[in-house]
C-alpha cells in the first residue's frame, strides 16, 4: 500500500481591501490548478489590516485615499494596471463604484468562523467580490451576515458573534503574530510553514513555491 501523502498547507496572509491580494488569490488558485492531480493543498486565510486606524463606521473612500496619497494621476495608473492584471485572471475591478473604505476587523472575524463551517474560501472570495467588483461595504455588519448566510453559515450566529465581540482580541493577536514574523505588506504566502513569499507572484513563481514545499515535505532537496 501506498504512504498517504501529507496535505500542503498554504497560509496566505491578506487584508480583504488590498487590490493585489484579490490578485494574488487568482494566481495561488491557477498555481494550484497547474499541479493537477498532486497531494491535497489547505489553503488558509490569516488576518492583516493595512489601516487599522479607520473607525469603525468607515470612511468616505474617495476622501480617504486623497488624504492619504494627495496624488489623483499615480492612483489613477495604479488602478489601470491592476484592472489590466485584473483582466488576464478574471477579475472586473470597479474602483469607481467601491464608496466606503472600511474597517476590516469584522470581515476578518466572520473569515475566522468560515474556517470553523468549512467555507473559508468561499467567504474570501465573496468578499473580494462584493467589495473590488460590486462596490460593497465590507464594514456593514448585515453585509457581512449576508456573505455568510450565503456561503452556508448561520445568519443568526454571526449576527450574535458579531455583536458580542467574539474573537476580536483573537484576529488581533494573529495579525500581530504576522507583523512579528516580518509581515509587512500583503499579500504574504507561507507554504507548509517553511517558505514565505510576498506579494502577488506570477502563478509560475507560486507553482515553484509549492514544489519546493513539496520537496522540503517530502525531504528532498531542491536545488
Known sequence: ??????????????????????????RLEAAIRAEGDRSPVVVRWRPFQLDPSIPQQGLDRRSYLKAKF????????????????????????????????PNTLDAHRLIRWAAADGVQNAVVERLFRLYFEEGGDLGDRNVLIEVGRESGMD?????????????VEAVRAEIAQAQAIGVSGVPFFIF???????????????????????????GVEVA
Open 192 to 218: 507548509a510553514s517553511r517558505f514565505g513569499v510576498p506579494g502577488a507572484q506570477d502563478a509560475d513563481v507560486l507553482a515553484r513555491a509549492i514544489a519546493q514545499a513539496r520537496a522540503a515535505q517530502s
Open 70 to 101: 494627495n496624488d489623483d494621476a499615480r492612483l489613477a495608473a495604479v488602478h489601470d494596471r491592476l484592472a489590466d492584471l485584473g483582466e488576464a485572471v478574471g477579475i472586473d475591478y470597479a474602483f469607481d463604484r467601491i464608496e466606503r473604505a
Open 1 to 26: 500500500m501506498s504512504t498517504p501523502v501529507e496535505p500542503l498547507t498554504i497560509d496566505v496572509v491578506s487584508d480583504v481591501v488590498c487590490p493585489w491580494c484579490f490578485l494574488g488569490k487568482r
Open 155 to 167: 445568519a443568526g450566529s454571526i449576527s450574535r458573534r458579531l455583536a458580542d465581540g467574539a474573537d
